[in-house]
T-cell receptor
Framework: DAKTTQPPSMDCAEGRAANLPCNHS???????VYWYRQIHSQGPQYIIH???NNETNEMASLIITEDRKSSTLILPHATLRDTAVYYC????????????FGTGTRLTIIP | NAGVTQTPKFQVLKTGQSMTLQCAQD?????MYWYRQDPGMGLRLIYY???????DKGEVPNGYNVSRLNKREFSLRLESAAPSQTSVYFC?????????????FGSGTRLTVV
């Protein structure tokens, strides 16, 4: 799996969009970008994933650059419940590639 | 639909004691995983089972054994607990097909070894 790099921490004001960056400059062509979050030591929760096109679901949007070397997770209207550690993971969907977690970005939503 | 259920939620062991952490999923997933998370760190893979009847080592398997009892259940055993095994243990499952939408995690077992 490609290594990803994330800032250790970020703050965002409640109600504003939270933009979480991730660098994955060595990502290979068959590796997807996955985002998970972990709220206060609960089990990680799947948010979204994508290969090369931008993706949106009810939780977030994922913007992947054209060269696929970086991506941004967008929480459009952050709430206090979005305070969590966010993990960006590059992983192939072929075979049974395992999820490898880094230390993620600790996002704090400020009231 | 319960997802992934882990038992117990909390456990305190004395050094040298043994115990088994239980995990069950009701999503008909083929693959199951055990991770541990130490304070301030990301999750590390202990063991996984790609399908019923198979198990493989992950990043940190020493001191643990696993059993894939059937498609639903995947247990983790500590034969002789050590203080270094104090951690939060998470079980997860996934559909190993190509259109894999990720892992579903349980709520964790908080283990303290004294």
């Amino acid at each position: 799996d490609a290594k990803t790099t994330q800032p250790p921490s970020m703050d965002c004001a409640e109600g504003r969009a939270a933009n979480l960056p991730c660098n994955h400059s060595t990502i290979s062509g068959n590796e997807y970008v996955y985002w998970y979050r972990q709220i206060h030591s609960q089990g990680p929760q799947y948010i979204i994933h994508g290969l090369k096109n931008n993706e949106t679901n009810e939780m977030a949007s994922l913007i992947i650059t054209e060269d696929r070397k970086s991506s941004t997770l967008i929480l459009p209207h952050a709430t206090l419940r979005d305070t969590a550690v966010y993990y960006c993971i590059a992983r192939s969907n072929f075979g049974n590639e395992k999820l490898t977690f880094g230390t993620g970005t600790r996002l704090t939503i400020i009231p | 639909n319960a997802g992934v259920t882990q038992t117990p939620k909390f456990q305190v062991l004395k050094t040298g004691q043994s115990m088994t952490l239980q995990c069950a999923q009701d999503m008909n997933h083929n693959s199951m995983y055990w991770y541990r998370q130490d304070p301030g760190m990301g999750l590390r893979l202990i063991y996984y089972s790609a399908s019923e009847g198979t198990t493989d080592k992950g990043e940190v398997p020493n001191g643990y054994n696993v059993s894939r009892l059937n498609k639903r259940e995947f247990s983790l055993r500590l034969e002789s607990a050590a203080p270094s095994q104090t951690s939060v243990y998470f079980c997860a499952s996934s559909d190993s097909g190509f259109f894999n939408y990720g892992y579903t995690f349980g709520s964790g077992t908080r283990l303290t070894v004294v």
